[in-house]
């Protein structure tokens, strides 16, 4: 009898107990039954992906009579197997809530009150304002005459709630209306992620997935807390733990993570680059690195330029007044050919390996304990831990997430991982990589389809102003690579901007038009608009209209009460949520008269994500599809159809009435319609793309050419819906693998390849190096005798590195087909080098740099409202930081308007030590105040031994934390903790120092 485990459930009678453990909180066994099996008995089901975090836990929607009677986890699904943490139990309460939003409202000028419209008169007056907004604002060309076809009178922000699809239709809309400023989430959580892995290993994203955490051997988690806000992925981290593996967690406060770990390391925040520094000089002092891994598959070998240098905190190149680097002394050397030159021996001084070592040396534990605070031998405890992994066949992993993105050297953080991974040979491997932990259902899949400001989607570059021609444009961005063993994938990025051009212009697009080229708006160059740029630039007043879809910043970005001080600098709003949120009501927010707020705000209802169709990306880039289960409440509408409602009627209008460069928008491909409805589904096969000559859909982007005869709205996604079907629909539950990949669950970017980088996970014949978790294995008798890879669809297919002719290295996103020690292409370094956050409480013991020469800094451009504490600031003494909690989600927006999470956390508080609580005076629950140069807070104190005092080099330093998910709407309010941080960037992606930054507590009088 074949029987899926939940048919099985339904089957069986029996029941229990277990069922409520796996419902409120992670297990790591499959789900059991319960009563509620008859409540469901006649209901319809549907299956569904949880809207909250990117773990992508399956769930099923029951429905009767129109309403969702019961929502629970999908036993089948391999990720969560039934299980769900609590806001993922608490979802029923989202499917049936009278706090949503159900009609279209409207704040006029000046007004103090919402008022009801309709659609049809919301999307007439948005699509006017639209066009004046556009019309009024649009610049056709620069002062030096190049092309820029853009407005610079709106701008974007939003969303990573959305589907896959409807973000594509999202940013293709922007796109053609002409905006430069469209910026998400992405940008705020994990932007320096993207730069750090891309510059590493040639992706920018997780590269094992979840259920692989099971095959590692030791997992160090740091900089994040999986255990209370990615609840289920700490499933796998238990299943690692019973197979054996040692659990690290390093984090400045003992959380529940902690408490399950085998050794707990506390250290400062914003010291991650001190903590792995200190690694990487005991793997080298000590051997420990994987030798042939280093040789072969990094760019270690590598001679760098002779005049390369590193001194008192700053590399060679350095320009003060620019605060950037001129990079031409960081670069490869190279022969004749134009190969670079290697030592395979790694003794050159030069050579990549030995400028690593001599980097690092610096890096004693005296020095790494004095700046971070752990002591001695906690360090050395889990260097010891964690470098074992070096070994063939042995795996390490680490999960990590704001606890090292969010800083002015967050990039910085992720290399210095991504160097210890690559020395002991960790990347590629079953149970190794560099686990990122998205934390929004689909923020992959929003940055994979471009909802950002510096790229289109498949992280093809966005235009600029200098890239006067597609052909430049294309030679710009496609790197060179002398030597022919290096695959050098990029190199195809030509056919990737033409085929994504044809699916935005269709037959406008033609190679006589550039294939519409030119429609697209164009940065100028070394433009930044990033999310701290945006909101600087509307304090400023630059922008009539705004777009917050389905986002909060006025909860959600640095700075909170500038953000909400800019939104009342716009002319109008739109706002499209599922609630009321802080941003569509910060004209009425506490404190402020709404009858001197001109802005005008459209507030649209949306659907929920059981109320729809479409995909959505995990963070293991498993592409998952969703079911509609129900219809909206009232008038709202999925995103999908707002988007398209609205697009048709600003084409109607440049159609009938002319105005500013109409072209972009009435040539945009735009034929979804089916039933008055949007096609979701043809919306993902043009994601995917077609063959234009004979109408069929692409089986692979190995397939996309760059003479406009195939057409793709994102390569990355193709082979993602084919002639054989919709992939992400998939529900095979078998695993062939042995190591958890299930194959045939959904899909995963690229092309279904599970674990990327595998070929690295091979020796140079093409066998495993861990024999009993292999990925990918060379099998040289199948094939006609000319062998095939089996396993997990190998990184590219070339045969294993002993067949001299025709293989090619194992990185083959990066040009030179190595993973890269030596990251020439920051903007701060090649290699990590600690620095204090921009507001420390103590100076730099490593170097006379205070604080990251290149972090982007608007207080010397911005606004007076850009204020910081100064190192050892007396007025702020002590260490605030921020974090989430498993109960509510990013800003509460959604999870603060549920009885059932808002009864487990209703309150603001500021967690400290009982050390500093003596100190001040204050106890256990008693109204604080937490003040920073930016502004302060409530909070209720909150008194544990999870904080602990901080020795740093014998000065006595306290950290204090808070959750960022609270606001003044919604059922639990609170204030904001990001009104406390900082508008400061990393020099590589402008993302926020939420993570460390300077406070004073006091008890409240
Ligand atoms: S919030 Fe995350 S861990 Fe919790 S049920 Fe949803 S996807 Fe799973």
């Known amino acids: 009898m074949n029987i899926s485990l939940r048919g099985f459930i339904k089957v069986s009678s029996a029941m229990t107990s277990g069922a409520m453990l796996s419902r409120f909180g992670w297990d790591s066994w499959p789900a059991k039954t319960s009563e509620e099996e008859l409540r469901i008995k006649y209901a319809q089901e549907?299956?569904?992906?949880?809207?909250?975090?990117?773990?992508?836990?399956?769930?099923?929607?029951?429905?009767?009579?129109?309403?969702?009677?019961?929502?629970?986890?999908?036993?089948?699904?391999?990720?969560?197997?039934?299980?769900?943490?609590?806001?993922?139990?608490?979802?029923?309460?989202?499917?049936?809530?009278?706090?949503?939003?159900?009609?279209?409202?409207?704040?006029?000028?000046?007004?103090?009150?919402?008022?009801?419209?309709?659609?049809?008169?919301?999307?007439?007056?948005?699509?006017?304002?639209?066009?004046?907004?556009?019309?009024?604002?649009?610049?056709?060309?620069?002062?030096?005459?190049?092309?820029?076809?853009?407005?610079?009178?709106?701008?974007?922000?939003?969303?990573?709630?959305?589907?896959?699809?409807?973000?594509?239709?999202?940013?293709?809309?922007?796109?053609?209306?002409?905006?430069?400023?469209?910026?998400?989430?992405?940008?705020?959580?994990?932007?320096?992620?993207?730069?750090?892995?891309?510059?590493?290993?040639?992706?920018?994203?997780?590269?094992?997935?979840?259920?692989?955490?099971?095959?590692?051997?030791?997992?160090?988690?740091?900089?994040?807390?999986?255990?209370?806000?990615?609840?289920?992925?700490?499933?796998?981290?238990?299943?690692?733990?019973?197979?054996?593996?040692?659990?690290?967690?390093?984090?400045?406060?003992?959380?529940?993570?902690?408490?399950?770990?085998?050794?707990?390391?506390?250290?400062?925040?914003?010291?991650?680059?001190?903590?792995?520094?200190?690694?990487?000089?005991?793997?080298?002092?000590?051997?420990?690195?994987?030798?042939?891994?280093?040789?072969?598959?990094?760019?270690?070998?590598?001679?760098?330029?002779?005049?390369?240098?590193?001194?008192?905190?700053?590399?060679?190149?350095?320009?003060?007044?620019?605060?950037?680097?001129?990079?031409?002394?960081?670069?490869?050397?190279?022969?004749?050919?134009?190969?670079?030159?290697?030592?395979?021996?790694?003794?050159?001084?030069?050579?990549?390996?030995?400028?690593?070592?001599?980097?690092?040396?610096?890096?004693?534990?005296?020095?790494?304990?004095?700046?971070?605070?752990?002591?001695?031998?906690?360090?050395?405890?889990?260097?010891?831990?964690?470098?074992?992994?070096?070994?063939?066949?042995?795996?390490?992993?680490?999960?990590?997430?704001?606890?090292?993105?969010?800083?002015?050297?967050?990039?910085?953080?992720?290399?210095?991982?991504?160097?210890?991974?690559?020395?002991?040979?960790?990347?590629?491997?079953?149970?190794?990589?560099?686990?990122?932990?998205?934390?929004?259902?689909?923020?992959?899949?929003?940055?994979?389809?471009?909802?950002?400001?510096?790229?289109?989607?498949?992280?093809?570059?966005?235009?600029?102003?200098?890239?006067?021609?597609?052909?430049?444009?294309?030679?710009?961005?496609?790197?060179?690579?002398?030597?022919?063993?290096?695959?050098?994938?990029?190199?195809?990025?030509?056919?990737?901007?033409?085929?994504?051009?044809?699916?935005?212009?269709?037959?406008?697009?033609?190679?006589?038009?550039?294939?519409?080229?030119?429609?697209?708006?164009?940065?100028?160059?070394?433009?930044?608009?990033?999310?701290?740029?945006?909101?600087?630039?509307?304090?400023?007043?630059?922008?009539?209209?705004?777009?917050?879809?389905?986002?909060?910043?006025?909860?959600?970005?640095?700075?909170?009460?500038?953000?909400?001080?800019?939104?009342?600098?716009?002319?109008?709003?739109?706002?499209?949520?599922?609630?009321?949120?802080?941003?569509?009501?910060?004209?009425?927010?506490?404190?402020?008269?709404?009858?001197?707020?001109?802005?005008?705000?459209?507030?649209?209802?949306?659907?929920?994500?059981?109320?729809?169709?479409?995909?959505?990306?995990?963070?293991?880039?498993?592409m998952q599809w969703r079911y509609k289960a129900v219809d909206s409440p009232g008038q709202a509408k999925p995103d999908g159809e707002i988007i398209h409602e609205l697009y048709l009627r600003v084409k109607k209008l440049y159609e009938t009435k002319g105005g500013a460069f109409p072209e972009p928008i009435t040539k945009l491909k735009w034929d979804y319609a089916k039933n008055g409805k949007v096609d979701i589904h043809a919306v993902a096969k043009e994601i995917n793309g077609y063959d234009l000559k004979t109408g069929k859909l692409l089986l692979s982007f190995a397939k996309l050419m760059d003479d406009g005869s195939t057409s793709s709205g994102n390569w990355i996604y193709c082979a993602s819906y084919t002639e054989d079907g919709n992939m992400a629909a998939r529900r095979d539950t078998k695993d062939t693998s042995g190591i958890g990949l299930y194959s045939k669950w959904a899909w995963c970017w690229p092309l279904n390849r599970r674990i990327i980088y595998n070929r690295a996970s091979v020796d140079k014949t093409g066998q495993p190096l861990d024999k009993e978790h292999p990925v990918i294995r060379w099998d040289a008798t199948s094939n006609e005798g000319k062998g095939a890879w089996v396993g997990d669809i190998p990184d590219g297919g070339w045969p294993p590195m002993v067949n001299e002719a025709e293989t090619r290295y194992p990185f083959i996103m990066r040009s030179e087909g190595f993973a890269r020690i030596f990251g020439p292409d920051l903007a701060d370094g090649p290699f990590p080098e600690h620095y204090e956050p921009l507001e420390c409480p103590v100076k730099n013991m490593m170097s006379s740099v205070l604080f990251n020469p290149t972090s982007k800094r608007w207080d010397l451009v911005g606004s007076d409202m850009d204020k910081f504490a100064q190192v050892g600031d007396p007025r702020y003494p002590f260490v605030g930081t921020t974090y989430r909690l498993s109960e509510h989600w990013q800003t509460g927006a959604m999870t603060r308007q549920m009885p059932w999470l808002v009864e487990m956390q209703p309150n603001m508080f500021v967690e400290m030590s009982k050390e500093l609580a003596k100190e001040l005076g204050i106890k256990n629950g008693e109204w604080c105040v937490v003040e920073s140069a930016r502004g302060k807070v409530r909070a209720v104190a909150m008194v544990t031994s999870r904080y602990k005092p901080f020795n740093i080099g014998g000065n006595i330093i306290h950290e204090v934390g808070l959750p960022w998910c609270f606001g003044f709407m919604g059922l639990a309010t609170g204030d904001s903790a990001n009104t406390l941080v900082p508008n400061i960037g990393d020099g590589n992606t402008m993302i926020q120092e939420s993570k460390a930054f300077l406070v004073d507590v006091r008890k409240e009088v």
């Not at 709106?154 to 293709?172: P, V």
């Not at 050919?337 to 790694?346: N, V």
């Open 46 to 622: 549907s299956t569904t992906i949880c809207p909250y975090c990117a773990v992508g836990c399956g769930q099923i929607v029951s429905v009767k009579e129109g309403k969702v009677i019961n929502i629970e986890g999908d036993p089948d699904h391999p990720i969560n197997q039934g299980s769900q943490c609590s806001k993922g139990s608490a979802l029923y309460q989202l499917a049936n809530n009278d706090r949503r939003i159900t009609k279209v409202m409207y704040r006029a000028p000046y007004s103090d009150q919402w008022e009801e419209k309709s659609w049809d008169w919301a999307l007439d007056e948005i699509a006017k304002r639209i066009k004046m907004a556009r019309d009024a604002t649009f610049t056709a060309k620069n002062a030096k005459g190049e092309v820029l076809n853009r407005t610079d009178g709106l701008a974007s922000l939003g969303s990573a709630a959305m589907d896959n699809e409807e973000c594509w239709l999202y940013q293709k809309f922007l796109r053609s209306l002409g905006l430069v400023y469209i910026e998400h989430q992405a940008r705020v959580c994990h932007s320096s992620t993207v730069a750090a892995l891309g510059e590493s290993f040639g992706r920018g994203a997780m590269t094992n997935h979840w259920i692989d955490i099971r095959n590692s051997d030791c997992i160090l988690i740091m900089g994040s807390n999986p255990a209370e806000t990615f609840p289920i992925s700490f499933k796998w981290v238990t299943k690692a733990i019973e197979r054996g593996a040692t659990l690290i967690s390093v984090d400045p406060r003992f959380t529940r993570t902690s408490s399950k770990a085998h050794i707990y390391a506390p250290l400062r925040s914003g010291t991650d680059i001190a903590f792995l520094g200190g690694m990487i000089k005991y793997i080298l002092d000590n051997n420990l690195y994987h030798k042939d891994y280093v040789v072969e598959y990094t760019n270690a070998s590598f001679l760098i330029n002779e005049k390369f240098g590193f001194e008192d905190g700053l590399f060679s190149g350095y320009d003060k007044p620019k605060r950037k680097y001129d990079k031409a002394t960081w670069q490869y050397q190279v022969d004749e050919k134009g190969f670079p030159k290697r030592d395979k021996t790694l003794q050159d001084p030069q050579c990549v390996f030995q400028l690593l070592k001599k980097h690092f040396s610096r890096y004693d534990l005296d020095k790494v304990s004095a700046i971070t605070g752990t002591p001695k031998q906690k360090l050395l405890k889990v260097y010891k831990a964690y470098s074992a992994t070096g070994q063939p066949g042995k795996a390490g992993t680490v999960m990590y997430a704001m606890g090292w993105t969010q800083h002015t050297v967050g990039t910085q953080n992720i290399r210095a991982m991504s160097i210890v991974q690559l020395l002991l040979g960790n990347i590629g491997i079953a149970g190794g990589g560099v686990n990122a932990m998205r934390g929004e259902s689909n923020v992959q899949g929003s940055t994979d389809h471009a909802l950002l400001f510096h790229i289109l989607p498949g992280y093809l570059k966005n235009p600029r102003a200098s890239d006067v021609t597609l052909k430049a444009y294309n030679e710009k961005y496609t790197p060179k690579a002398s030597d022919p063993k290096s695959a050098n994938w990029w190199g195809n990025y030509a056919k990737y901007s033409v085929s994504l051009l044809k699916a935005l212009y269709d037959d406008h697009a033609q190679p006589a038009n550039e294939f519409g080229y030119q429609y697209l708006p164009k940065l100028d160059d070394g433009e930044d608009c990033s999310w701290i740029s945006l909101f600087e630039a509307m304090y400023a007043g630059k922008f009539k209209g705004f777009f917050a879809w389905g986002q909060n910043p006025a909860c959600s970005g640095p700075n909170a009460e500038m953000t909400r001080e800019a939104l009342g600098k716009l002319d109008w709003m739109v706002n499209v949520n599922l609630w009321e949120t802080e941003t569509g009501a910060f004209w009425k927010r506490p404190g402020v008269n709404p009858e001197k707020i001109k802005t005008e705000v459209f507030l649209l209802p949306c659907a929920a994500s059981m109320e729809k169709e479409g995909s959505i990306t995990n963070s293991g880039r498993w």
